[in-house]
T-cell receptor
């Protein structure tokens, strides 16, 4: 079975801290995605990557950056965490092709105090 | 961005069929229709997808309208474990890159 692993299930950080969220997949997928999920707003795409060192902005990239140095790992970086970045963060991966399905991690609930 | 519209919530009884509708009137000819569901405290999981023809798998069936402006996810016999938020999504190309944009989904409640 495909596994998408997010480094932490729960994370508590202080305002202004630099935060790293890590995601690793074990199926050699080209595409990787970061979403955030907030009550009433559904899932919103932050960034995605279709190859190593390649990245594309999603719908809400402000305040975030990403890094993909290796194919299996996609990191989401909050340069200076703010309280409005308190959210559930979900990572996903999949093969290229619009007919291909995505596999999601279990999510990281980030609280910024 | 291509968008989808779903009812906020639906209710069903256990062991009855459930039809979850989705409107996607701005769909383009190459967009694939995907359905995912999210159980409580979990990430979304793939359910089914299609392009033009109806599709069946062990989890569900997908009925796609002839004009492709709407689709329906069919759970043939709902169980309590099917209680989840169901997302209808269009997977398309934008600026040469693939995107999969989620809407707000339909929360399905299954009554025993």
């Amino acid at each position: 079975d495909v596994k998408v692993t997010q480094s932490s299930r729960y994370l508590v950080k202080r305002t202004g801290e630099k935060v790293f969220l890590e995601c690793v997949q074990d199926m050699d997928h080209e595409n990787m995605f970061w979403y955030r999920q907030d009550p009433g707003l559904g899932l919103r795409l932050i960034y995605f990557s279709y190859d190593v060192k390649m990245k594309e902005k999603g719908d809400i990239p402000e305040g975030y950056s990403v890094s993909r140095e290796k194919k299996e790992r996609f990191s989401l970086i909050l340069e200076s965490a703010s309280t409005n970045q308190t959210s559930m963060y979900l990572c996903a991966s999949g093969l290229q092709g619009r007919w291909e399905k995505l596999f999601f991690g279990s999510g990281t609930q980030l609280s910024v105090l | 961005d291509a968008k989808t519209t779903q009812p906020n919530s639906m209710e069903s009884n256990e062991e009855e069929p459930v039809h979850l509708p989705c409107n996607h009137s701005t769909i383009s000819g190459t967009d694939y229709i995907h359905w995912y569901r999210q159980l409580p405290s979990q990430g979304p999981e793939y359910v089914i997808h299609g392009l033009t023809s109806n599709v069946n798998n062990r989890m569900a069936s997908l009925a796609i309208a002839e004009d492709r402006k709407s689709s329906t996810l069919i759970l043939h016999r709902a169980t309590l474990r099917d209680a989840a938020v169901y997302y209808c999504i269009l997977r398309h190309l934008q600026g040469g890159s693939e995107k999969l944009v989620f809407g707000k989904g339909t929360k399905l409640t299954v009554n025993p």
